[in-house]
């Protein structure tokens, strides 16, 4: 995987809204950007939401404006501009084959962040779950609530392993820059047993060697590979029917499983 590709996933986690579907709104996304916050999300379905066409990009995405959904504020010329990026997948056996699919984004510089691995990337964001997991069970360590009893007490435990994940994290992303690889092939057990061991050195070293330590020590979280993430999908059923979703049966136990990885399957429009 490429060196900006690495960059890119890790400024949208940084620094970046990527927004589940149907969460669209124009005061949603202004409010977004007046944090100082890109977005990257889906649009709804052609017939509610028509952009307003602008220009053409050279990566075949477009550029369009947005409008609040009351008639005062459209009158008064109230309007986002935003990019929007049509794509299909071209493996028939992955969810919405053949179908169009519609990501809007505020990142409007074509070359600097592509639409190939802005759809890519969109489609990781419910890898928020790893870092629930990471948080909750290899940071903490305890089968409790937090400790503290006091409301101004939990606030600081909470930023506390906030820091820390922050910090594990970080290091894992320089190991993965200096390297030029994906960050998810990298183990986040593996790099927090490792901080932890260095700890000792760093503490105990002259400052004058910190830098050699922490070479190697992004050299030793880059061993820490994982597994090629297997090419594989879940039915989206459920085992009720609810909203859209079909009722799960027993051939879904059995389902044909993706044979081109996710990247080569899709197909910008």
Excluded at 61 to 81: F, G, M, V
Excluded at 133 to 160: C, F, G, M, T, W
Excluded at 177 to 202: C, H, K, M, N, Y
Aim: glycine share 2%.
């Amino acid at each position: 995987m490429s060196w900006a590709f690495t960059e890119l996933n890790h400024k949208l986690r940084r620094v970046h809204d990527v927004l589940d579907p149907d969460i669209y709104g124009f005061d949603l996304i202004q409010g977004i950007l007046q944090r100082d916050v890109q977005v990257l999300g889906r649009l709804a379905a052609a017939k509610r939401v028509k952009p307003t066409f602008v220009q053409r990009l050279t990566d075949g995405s477009y550029l369009a404006y947005i409008y609040p959904s009351e008639r005062r504020r459209r009158k008064q010329d109230e309007a986002l501009l935003i990019r929007v990026m049509e794509y299909t997948f071209t493996d028939p056996q992955r969810p919405g084959y053949n179908q169009t699919h519609r990501l809007f984004t505020t990142l409007r510089d074509p070359h600097r962040y592509p639409a190939l691995d802005l759809v890519c990337a969109y489609h990781e964001r419910w890898e928020i779950e790893l870092v629930v997991d990471e948080l909750q069970v290899h940071l903490r360590l305890v089968n409790r609530p937090l400790r503290s009893l006091k409301p101004q007490d939990v606030i600081q435990e909470l930023y506390a392993i906030l820091i820390a994940h922050y910090i594990v994290r970080a290091c894992l992303h320089d190991a993965a820059l200096q390297t030029d690889s994906d960050p998810d092939r990298f183990s986040f057990v593996g790099t927090l047993r490792i901080l932890q061991e260095a700890l000792i050195e760093f503490q105990l070293a002259d400052p004058s060697c910190h830098f050699a330590l922490w070479l190697r020590l992004l050299n030793d979280i880059a061993k820490e590979r994982l597994p090629q993430r297997r090419n594989r999908i879940n039915p989206r059923v459920v085992k009720r029917t609810v909203i859209r979703f079909p009722l799960k049966r027993p051939e879904h136990y059995r389902s044909p499983q993706p044979s081109i990885l996710f990247r080569p399957a899709v197909a910008l429009i």
